[in-house]
């Protein structure tokens, strides 16, 4: 007599179990992230287009965004729409920015983290940029030093330019890490009202230096782009100490 199959173990059936709609669109949505395809601080397209593009239900689509906000991996920003968070998370955004507003000496070393990821970021994108990259570069550069610009909108112009570099490496790696690093210091600089402590000499300073890494990107010379972003970045350390230790006192 044949011996009775045994029934699959509930592991077994968990696994054989199709997915959820939701959770398809949830996973193919979390590799256009992985791939650099969405990257962090950008807005998804709407639920509609999601849905029409996806080819599934707005409702599948909708509950897919949440699981994501749920992670950590999307947030929902004012007026509407869906924004990129950085892959490191939104609580270790909010922790790492509360140790760095709360001392000085953690900012500094932020600041010094950032020096050493950035030139290794402005010399990749010297070997990897595409023309596409460059000329984007080119076009946020003159936003952000163009004079008629009002001066409130200075470190979003900056954090641009800087996360563009980020996105010429190629590396979705870099990116992730890079969004989380900058978002963190622009809260933190905010908090200590650093934007009160520069000036026109310190713009113009920012303005030569933001030049001078572009157009090494742009001449494919990494040594160059590494150089250039290293004396920035110095310089803007420097001005910072001094800055800080004369709000200090």
Known sequence: MPSA???PAPDDQETKRP???????????????SDGIFLPGDRLPGERQLAETMKVSRVSVRAALQKLKTRGYLRAVQGGGTEILSSTGIDMDTAMTDLVRDS???LRDLQEIRCTLETWAARRAAIN?????????RI?????????????YRADDDHRLHMMI?????????YHVMKMLHDVLQAALMEIRFNNLTGPSFDRMVQEHHHDIIE???ARDPDAAEKAMSN??????????TASDKQST
């Open 5 to 7: 199959k045994m029934p």
């Open 19 to 33: 997915k959820r709609i939701a959770d398809q669109v949830a996973d193919q949505l979390l590799e256009k992230i």
């Open 104 to 106: 000085i000496s953690n």
């Open 129 to 137: 940029a595409s023309d596409e990259d460059i000329k984007l570069l």
């Open 140 to 152: 946020a550069y003159r936003q952000a030093h163009d004079p008629r610009r009002a001066s409130k």
């Open 166 to 174: 980020g996105r010429a490496t190629g590396s979705i790696i870099y």
């Open 216 to 218: 090494a990107i742009a």
């Open 232 to 241: 920035h970045l110095q310089a803007v350390l420097d001005f910072f100490k």
